[in-house]
């Protein structure tokens, strides 16, 4: 699968089983942008990410670790 900034949810997914011990509000951006692009799929540029971005994929990840 290739993920892009675009792709929250499925970040979110990665995030979450490749971090399972994590917990999301925890992780601070800069951390969270690392984290991000060391995924294996995840094709995105680096630069074209923003704090929005990074907000939406976290606040998917708490979604996702919260169900």
């Known amino acids: 699968m290739r993920l892009d900034w675009n792709d929250a949810r ?3 997914i990665a995030l979450a ?3 399972p011990e994590v917990k999301p509000l925890t ?3 800069t951390d969270l942008h ?3 692009l060391s995924l ?3 094709v995105g540029d ?3 990410s923003n704090e929005a971005i990074l907000e939406a ?3 998917a990840w708490l979604d ?3 169900d």
Do not use: L, N, W
């Open 10 to 12: 499925e970040i979110a």
């Open 17 to 19: 089983e490749t971090y």
């Open 27 to 29: 992780v601070r951006f």
């Open 34 to 36: 690392k984290m991000v």
């Open 40 to 42: 294996p799929g995840f």
């Open 46 to 48: 680096p630069e074209a």
């Open 57 to 59: 994929i976290q606040m």
């Open 64 to 66: 996702e670790v919260s």
